[in-house]
């Protein structure tokens, strides 16, 4: 599985971007969003399982960002709005092997990585 992140870039604060994840190669597997700001570990954002059923987020995202999946398109989205500057940092999509509604909110979980997306966010 190869995964492809997109839709980064600069946005005032209260602003919105929607990240985009494109997925190639085999379906079958739940995908998670994960961010790393400068000097800081990498923390879950949000994940979908492939059913789509189950959707867990980060509680500092709750209510901003909304994880959706196309599964004609391979693609999975990360639709954040308003904005804030402690938002910003590399945002990683992910892929875990899991069918159904399983879906993990740890890292190690997964088992494939995109190369990430630079969200900054202005205050």
Do not use: H
């Amino acid at each position: 599985v190869q995964l492809q992140a997109s839709g980064g870039g600069l946005v005032q604060a209260g602003g919105s971007l929607r990240l985009s994840c494109a997925a190639s190669g085999r379906t079958g597997y739940a995908m998670g969003w994960f961010r790393q700001a400068p000097g800081k570990e990498r923390e879950f954002v949000a994940a979908i399982s492939w059913s789509g059923l189950n959707t867990p987020y980060a509680d500092s995202v709750k209510g901003r960002f909304t994880i959706s999946r196309d599964k004609a398109k391979n693609t999975v989205y990360l639709q954040m709005t308003s904005l804030k500057p402690e938002d910003m940092a590399v945002y990683y999509c992910a892929a875990q092997d899991s069918y159904g509604s399983y879906v993990s909110t740890v890292a190690f979980s997964y088992n494939y990585w995109g190369q990430g997306t630079l969200v900054t966010v202005s205050s």
